[in-house]
């Protein structure tokens, strides 16, 4: 299991689990839809496969309403000639439905990082072309596409209750900081 593409969910009283959706892949053929979405329920102890029959699976982002509580499930496909972005609506923990295109990135991209700033952009890392794209937060299209003075761009992530945005690639082997427009939105850890 590759542990980059995890996510946490902000805390609700209600929803106690702390990992929710994480992607697993197998390392077969790139083009065999062998890829699975699986939540982890805290509470009960249970790993569940939520969904599966993807090429490739990878970031993933779990999106909250104002009051905290998850909504959406969004995680990229990678290899894919359409590199679509997909949802779900969350609907109980561990528990989706209402499978649907959320976005979609020019073609045969390969999409590793995924993170969601205050307003609900989704920032997304795009590999080879070392670019941000930004979509609003309704999906679609993005709305804004960064060129990154690298290429490789990995995994992405905001500094708890900031704007300082880190990133990192692998062309020069390096952790990238910038100072985005919101703060990121709040992840489970800093809701102690």
């Not at 509470?43 to 909504?71: C, M, R, W």
């Not at 993005?142 to 900031?162: G, K």
Request: glycine share 8%.
């Amino acid at each position: 299991m590759d542990p980059s593409p995890l996510t946490h969910s902000p805390s609700h009283p209600r929803y106690t689990t702390i990992l929710e959706f994480m992607t697993l892949r197998q390392f077969r053929f790139k083009l065999e839809a062998f890829g699975s979405v699986y939540c982890y329920n805290k509470t009960t102890d249970e790993l569940k496969k939520v969904t599966s029959g993807f090429i490739y699976p990878n970031g993933i982002v779990v999106k909250h309403d104002d009051h905290g509580n998850p909504v959406k499930l969004i995680f990229a496909v990678t290899y894919n000639k359409n590199s679509p972005l997909w949802s779900f609506d969350i609907i109980g923990p561990c528990q989706i439905r209402n499978k649907q295109v959320w976005g979609s990135l020019p073609a045969n991209s390969v999409v590793d990082g995924l993170e969601l700033d205050e307003e609900g952009n989704l920032i997304v890392l795009e590999y080879e072309s070392g670019t941000m794209y930004v979509f609003g937060p309704n999906g679609g299209s993005p709305m804004c596409r960064i060129n990154l003075p690298f290429l490789n761009a990995t995994n992405i992530v905001f500094t708890p209750n900031s704007n300082e945005l880190y990133m990192t690639e692998h062309e020069f082997d390096g952790l990238w900081k910038i100072h985005w427009k919101h703060k990121g939105m709040k992840q489970y850890c800093e809701t102690f």
